[in-house]
């Protein structure tokens, strides 16, 4: 069964520190990641998509993957209060839906 | 991407009626999803929404119950039939925006918030 894991937190960490969320998937053959920011009672917003071994910046924002090891994280540099959310992870295997983790809560604090 | 608008936004139903739920994108896209999301759970894919041809329905989800329409490029309706409390969640349109690669990620509407009495 093809599977993404999170940890589901709830993950704090204090305003301006650097929040690590991790994910593994379970399909060696999947190309593309997706994380996803949810905040409480809103629907699921794309932040960062990667595709390559390695890291990808955008703002705060870093996503690391590594095909080998299986697994992809994304990084939140200088965490704010507002950051404080459920993120989501995907993984799109080659053949097969997009499969979604079941999240890691965030929760920063001032 | 694209602006997807859902409606209604919210609703509360009495037991054995049911709903349709309007997804409507401002530009054409070439696959649309329809997604529960129980509360405190991730979200589940219902059905691929086909355009001009019967949705694909994902294991545990049948036609009768959740019947899908998808008329055209930019809009297709989910209605929840018969529906009973244990239909309450959020359910989420999403859409795959631009050339027909599925690796493109996919973007969500508002969802809409279903409550069963």
């Known amino acids: 069964q093809k599977e993404v894991e999170q940890n589901s937190g709830p993950l704090s960490v204090p305003e301006g520190a650097i929040a690590s969320l991790n994910c593994t998937y379970s399909?060696?053959?999947?190309?593309?990641f997706f994380w996803y920011r949810q905040y409480s009672g809103k629907s699921p917003e794309l932040i960062m998509s990667?595709?390559?071994?390695g890291d990808k910046e955008d703002g705060r924002f870093t996503a690391q993957l590594n095909k080998a090891s299986q697994y992809v994280s994304l990084l939140i540099r200088d965490s704010q209060p507002s950051d404080s959310a459920t993120y989501l992870c995907?993984?799109?295997?080659?053949?097969?839906?997009?499969?979604f983790g079941t999240g890691t809560r965030l929760q920063v604090f001032p | 991407s694209a602006v997807i608008s859902q409606k209604p936004s919210r609703d509360i139903c009495q037991r054995g009626t049911s709903l349709t739920i309007q997804c409507q994108v401002d530009?054409?896209?070439?696959?649309m999803f329809w997604y529960r999301q129980q509360p405190g759970q991730s979200l589940t894919l219902i059905a691929t929404?086909?355009?001009?041809?019967?949705?694909?329905?994902e294991s545990g989800f049948v036609i009768d119950k959740f019947p899908i329409s998808r008329p055209n490029l930019t809009f297709s309706t989910l209605t929840v039939s018969n529906m009973s409390p244990e239909d309450s969640s959020i359910y989420l349109c999403?859409?795959?925006?631009?050339?027909?690669?599925?690796?493109?990620?996919?973007?969500f509407g508002d969802g809409t918030r279903l409550s069963i009495l």
């Open positions: 995907a993984v799109k295997p080659p053949t097969d839906k997009l499969i």
């Open positions: 530009s054409q896209v070439t696959m």
């Open positions: 399909d060696r053959g999947s190309q593309s």
């Open positions: 990667i595709y390559s071994n």
């Open positions: 929404a086909n355009q001009g041809s019967e949705a694909t329905y």
């Open positions: 999403s859409v795959v925006v631009g050339q027909s690669d599925s690796n493109q990620p996919q973007h």
